[in-house]
C-alpha cells in the first residue's frame, strides 16, 4: 500500500515537471492592457451661450497582442474601445477592432480601424481627440467597419498603406482610402514625416457642419518636420467633392509645436471654403505639462468662426456667422 503511495506521489511529480518544462518550452500569445484616460473640465459656448461641462475626449482601453507563426511572420489582433468617464453616455464605445498579420511584407489586418487616409495624419493633428481635431472641418477623418488595410514594408523609406471598405448591401459600392508615406511621425527615421492620401467616395462628415453626412472623394498632403530647438512645424493641405451634391472645398491646417523637456505649447490655425460659399475656420493655443512619461496636465483655448455650418440650409452671406469657442484644463494618463 505505501508503495503505490510512494509511486503515485513519484508519477504526479514527473507528470507537473514535464508539463512545466513544455510551457517553459512554448511561446505563448501576449496579451496586453494599455489605454488612455483623458478628462478636462470645460467652458464651452456652442453659440447659444456658454455652460461648463466635464468632457472624457476619447478615453479608451484596449487589449493586444501576438504571437509568432513562422520566425519572420506574426498574428495579432487588438480590441479597444472608448471610454465614457462623464457618465453620460454608452459606458463602452468601439474604436479598433482587428486581426491581421505582419512580417517581411508588411501587414494586413481585417475588422474595425482608421482608414489609411486618417492614419496619414500622423501626430500633425496636434488638437487630436479634442474641440480642434481636424474632423471638425474636414471630411476623411472615418474609423471604418467591414474593412481590410495593407500597409507595405519601407522602400527607401517610402511606404503604401490602402483600405478596402466592402459594401454592406447590394445598392451600395465598395469604398476605398489609400496613402503614400515617407518618414514616420515620431522622426524615428529621419526629421521630416509626409504623406498624399486620397478617399474613394468614403462615407464620412465633418463635425462642426450640421447636415454633411454624405460620401466623399478628398485629396490631402500633410507634412511635419522637426526644425530644430524643439519646434515642430506641421501642415495639411486638404480637398474634397460630395459625390452627392457636387459641392466642393479645399482648406489648409497649420500648426507649430514647441517642446521643451517638460513643457510643451502648441498652436494651430485651420481653413475650410466652400465652393458655393462661405468659410470655416479655427484657432487654437494649448500648453502641457508632463508630469512623466505617461502623465500630463494641459490647458487650451479654440475658438471658430463658422460661415457655412448647416449644409441643409442654404448658404447666406448677409445671415449672422456662428462664432463658437471652447476654454478647458485637463488631465492625461496613459498606461
Do not use: C
Not at 508630469?291 to 448647416?310: A, G, I
Not at 463658437?324 to 484644463?329: G, L
Amino acid at each position: 500500500m505505501k508503495l503505490n503511495k510512494v509511486f503515485a506521489a513519484l508519477s504526479t511529480a514527473g507528470v507537473m515537471a514535464f508539463s512545466s518544462q513544455a510551457l517553459a518550452e512554448t511561446e505563448l500569445p501576449t496579451i496586453e492592457i494599455y489605454g488612455k484616460a483623458n478628462v478636462s473640465m470645460q467652458s464651452s459656448d456652442d453659440g447659444d451661450g456658454s455652460f461648463t461641462e466635464l468632457k472624457s475626449n476619447a478615453s479608451r482601453i484596449g487589449f493586444k497582442g501576438g504571437y509568432d507563426i513562422t520566425d519572420d511572420v506574426e498574428v495579432y489582433y487588438r480590441a479597444e474601445f472608448q471610454v465614457d468617464m462623464e457618465g453620460d453616455n454608452e459606458l463602452f464605445k468601439h474604436r479598433n477592432i482587428y486581426v491581421g498579420f505582419r512580417g517581411w511584407f508588411g501587414e494586413l489586418y481585417f475588422g474595425k480601424n482608421d482608414s489609411a487616409l486618417k492614419q496619414s495624419v500622423g501626430r500633425i493633428d496636434i488638437f487630436n481627440d479634442l474641440e480642434a481635431d481636424v474632423a471638425g472641418l474636414f471630411a476623411g477623418e472615418n474609423r471604418v467597419s467591414n474593412s481590410v488595410t495593407f500597409k507595405s514594408a519601407r522602400v527607401a523609406n517610402f511606404s503604401f498603406w490602402g483600405t478596402y471598405i466592402a459594401p454592406e448591401a447590394t445598392d451600395e459600392d465598395a469604398q476605398f482610402s489609400a496613402a503614400l508615406i515617407y518618414g514616420d511621425s515620431k522622426f524615428k527615421r529621419g526629421p521630416i514625416y509626409a504623406a498624399l492620401s486620397a478617399d474613394s467616395g468614403v462615407s464620412s462628415s465633418m463635425k462642426r457642419v450640421s447636415d454633411s453626412k454624405s460620401t466623399y472623394d478628398v485629396t490631402r498632403a500633410s507634412v511635419q518636420a522637426d526644425v530644430g530647438a524643439g519646434f515642430i512645424l506641421g501642415g495639411i493641405y486638404h480637398m474634397q467633392e460630395d459625390t452627392v451634391s457636387g459641392q466642393e472645398l479645399d482648406g489648409f491646417n497649420a500648426s507649430l509645436r514647441y517642446v521643451q523637456e517638460k513643457y510643451v505649447i502648441r498652436a494651430q490655425y485651420q481653413q475650410a471654403s466652400f465652393d458655393q460659399g462661405g468659410t470655416n475656420s479655427g484657432i487654437s493655443l494649448g500648453a502641457d505639462y508632463n508630469l512623466n512619461k505617461q502623465v500630463k496636465l494641459y490647458t487650451f483655448f479654440s475658438t471658430f468662426n463658422l460661415e457655412q455650418s448647416d449644409l441643409g440650409v442654404a448658404y447666406d452671406p448677409n445671415a449672422a456667422e456662428l462664432e463658437q469657442s471652447y476654454f478647458a484644463i485637463g488631465t492625461e494618463y496613459v498606461f
